[in-house]
């Protein structure tokens, strides 16, 4: 079924008399458990659509729907994990105390005590292989590490739809090829829902179970390709599997292609 429709999104951005469209009528669907990546040049409109998903943003015209409802507020049941995971993440708090942090939040409408809390938050810091480090403070973790601190932040509210905007994109590549695949263990044990951002077109065909590419502002969708690469996933095998080369050289052609404000129409392959 059908767990988020984003019905003709627009987005529209007034200013000394100037009107710039920064997204123009985007549309598609979300199902339960699905792994989606949305790809696009820099610039395009990426971050501006996870903010209006994520009910910080209105849109300019269009709607999203989220289990049904509307999205006009944050919605509870979603999370947005930013690029920048150093400034997510309290400097003040220790590590268990971050991951707490959501809970305690949720604790003010629920029945939580401290003790479901803490062992709440100690739950999925040992999912991301952290809890030994749980009485340390961020900033004594490398990047990785405190990237997996704002995964298991994420993941102990338990939420329905995750939307991530470049996550891995400011390290080094041997650690984006493991948070990677500690990503997709997660989403497969937990069974998430993920839209993924990035401009990476072969971390997209890597995790994902559908690719949305974007095209540059205003922002539009100019192609959806269903990834039929077997999973599980590995940095080895999947990389050099003729189809993975495939659809990667097809999206890059693709992306070039409407850089140069060549044509074609929306399609899904």
């Known amino acids: 079924m059908n ?5 003709n999104i627009s987005k529209e951005f007034v200013s000394a008399n100037q009107h710039t469209f920064a997204i123009e009528k985007i549309d598609f669907e979300v199902k339960e458990r699905e792994f989606i990546s949305i790809i696009g040049p820099s610039g395009c409109g990426k971050t501006t659509l996870l903010m209006i998903l994520s ?3 209105p849109p300019t015209s269009g709607e999203i729907i989220l289990k049904g409802r509307k999205v006009d507020t944050p919605p509870p049941g979603l999370i947005l994990l ?6 997510s993440l309290l400097p003040w708090r220790k590590v268990l105390k971050n991951v707490c942090f959501g809970l305690e939040l949720k604790r ?4 939580f005590n401290g003790h479901d809390v803490q062992r709440q938050a100690e739950k999925y810091l040992e ?5 030994k480090f749980k009485h340390h403070y961020p900033w004594q973790l490398s990047g990785g590490m405190q990237q997996r601190v704002a995964i298991a932040r994420a993941l102990a509210c338990e939420p329905s739809l995750m939307l991530m905007d470049e996550p891995f994109g400011s390290l080094d590549a041997q650690t ?13 044990e937990f069974q998430q829902t993920i839209i993924f951002v990035t401009h990476d ?9 559908r690719i949305i590419v974007l ?18 996933r590995s940095q080895i095998e999947t990389r050099t599997d003729p189809r993975f080369l495939e659809i990667r050289n097809e999206i890059h052609r693709m992306i070039m292609h409407k850089e140069k404000g060549l044509g074609g129409e929306n399609d899904v392959t």
């Open 176 to 188: 984006r090829a493991e948070l990677e695949d500690f990503l997709l263990r997660i989403w497969e």
């Open 127 to 131: 999912a991301v292989g952290l809890l």
């Open 82 to 87: 930013f690029q920048d995971y150093s400034r």
């Open 108 to 111: 003010q409408r629920c029945s």
């Open 55 to 57: 009910g910080l943003m």
């Open 201 to 209: 077109i072969e971390e997209g065909v890597y995790l994902s179970d």
């Open 215 to 232: 095209a540059k502002s205003p922002s539009r969708i100019v192609k959806e390709f269903r990834n039929d690469l077997p999973r599980p």
């Open 3 to 7: 767990l988020l429709s984003i019905k």
